[in-house]
Structure formats: structure tokens, C-alpha cells
């Protein structure tokens, strides 16, 4: 399988940006997530999403300004960003996992998409 994120860019603090991420292969019976890696710093969790799309969760530090979704018809993920802080500048990744709760086996990252928010 292989994931693609897209969509990011350079915005002012304030604005909102949609991440894409297609994913080529099977994925309709993998939950999805969305995950970052700031300049420097580990690789963090951001949202996921359950099989169906009906569970979602998401790091403390989005909650309220981040919304994931999935259609899984056409195999796509998506991550609403509104509200974006200078803290949110990263490198975005999408993945898949077998069990939704277990972040460790979040997997599959493929190519990120850079997200840079200007104060």
C-alpha cells in the first residue's frame, strides 16, 4: 500500500488548510491517521479515524480546530485545519493500522506534505 498526503502549503496564523491523502492499495479495512513530525522533534500523533469512519480522536493540542474524515469509496483521507497556530508547522503524514487504538502500529507512511504557519 502506499499513502500520499497532499495539500499543505504556506498560510498565516489564523487560516485554514485541507490535507489530502490517497492511498493506493487496500485500505478499507484499516483505520487511519494522521501524524507530524515538527523541524527537530519526533513524529506525533494528530487525529484518527475508525474502519467505518463513525470513531474519530485527536491530539489534545488540535482538538476543536482539526476535523478528520474518510471516503472510503474512494479511498481517500482528509484532515480540516482551521484556526492554524505557528505550532502546527510540520511535516504531515498519513497511515494505516490494523487496530485503530494502538498507535504504535500505525504504519505505511508514505510521503508527508509540508504545513508551514507564519505568525
Known amino acids: 500500500v502506499q499513502l500520499q498526503a497532499s495539500g499543505g502549503g504556506l498560510v498565516q496564523a489564523g487560516d485554514s488548510l485541507r490535507l489530502s491523502c490517497v492511498a493506493f492499495?487496500?485500505?478499507?479495512?484499516?483505520?487511519m491517521g494522521w501524524f507530524r513530525q515538527a523541524p527537530g522533534k519526533g513524529r506525533e500523533f494528530v487525529a484518527r479515524i475508525n474502519r467505518s469512519g463513525q470513531s474519530t480522536a485527536y491530539a489534545d493540542s488540535v482538538k476543536g480546530r482539526f476535523t478528520i474524515s474518510r471516503d472510503g469509496a474512494e479511498k481517500k483521507l482528509y484532515l480540516q485545519m482551521n484556526s492554524l497556530k505557528p505550532e502546527d508547522t510540520a511535516v504531515y503524514y498519513c497511515?494505516?493500522?490494523?487496530?485503530?487504538?494502538?498507535?504504535?502500529?500505525?504504519?505505511?507512511w508514505g510521503q508527508g506534505t509540508l504545513v508551514t504557519v507564519s505568525s
Open positions: 492499495g487496500h485500505t478499507v479495512a484499516y483505520a
Open positions: 497511515a494505516r493500522s490494523p487496530n485503530y487504538y494502538d498507535l504504535r502500529l500505525y504504519r505505511d
